[in-house]
């Protein structure tokens, strides 16, 4: 059994699933719901979000409805191609990330909003102390 004792900077809830953002736009989210009830019947107090998409990306959580998206390009927050950020959890009902304009994006040859190589994003949630 762990130490309980110990102070640990992010530790995973495991009875939590990771969130897997698809990322297929420069324009569009796709609304993925975000299990609000689990998630703070767990007791989390943050999330790590991963990038392993070959682009900058966009992603940002919102309650209510899922016809309530808010914009996401340029007003949530912004993770680089194979980073990994740990941020205070908002605990949102939904979550929705865009690609980026940036030198190599590989956005779509034909000039829509598509990317040519879809990716994701990877949100863990979990707790520091």
Request: a neutral charge.
């Given at each position: 059994m762990?130490?309980?004792?110990?102070s640990f900077p992010f530790r995973r809830a495991l009875v939590i699933n990771p969130i897997?953002?698809?990322?297929?736009s420069l324009t569009a989210g796709s609304a993925v719901?975000?299990?609000?009830?689990?998630?703070?019947?767990?007791?989390?107090t943050s999330f790590k979000m991963c990038n392993p998409s070959p682009y900058w990306v966009w992603y940002r959580g919102w309650n209510g409805a899922i016809g309530s998206m808010?914009?996401?390009?340029?007003?949530?927050?912004y993770i680089a191609p194979g980073a990994t950020?740990?941020?205070?959890?908002?605990i949102p009902d939904w979550i929705a990330a865009v690609a980026a304009v940036e030198p190599g994006v590989p956005?779509?040859?034909?000039?829509?909003n598509?990317?040519?190589?879809?990716?994701r994003?990877?949100?863990i949630y979990g707790s520091g102390s």
């Amino acid at each position: 059994m762990a130490d309980l004792s110990r102070s640990f900077p992010f530790r995973r809830a495991l009875v939590i699933n990771p969130i897997i953002i698809p990322v297929t736009s420069l324009t569009a989210g796709s609304a993925v719901a975000v299990d609000a009830a689990a998630i703070k019947a767990a007791g989390v107090t943050s999330f790590k979000m991963c990038n392993p998409s070959p682009y900058w990306v966009w992603y940002r959580g919102w309650n209510g409805a899922i016809g309530s998206m808010p914009t996401i390009k340029e007003m949530g927050h912004y993770i680089a191609p194979g980073a990994t950020d740990i941020n205070t959890s908002q605990i949102p009902d939904w979550i929705a990330a865009v690609a980026a304009v940036e030198p190599g994006v590989p956005a779509a040859a034909d000039g829509s909003n598509v990317l040519t190589v879809p990716g994701r994003l990877v949100m863990i949630y979990g707790s520091g102390s």
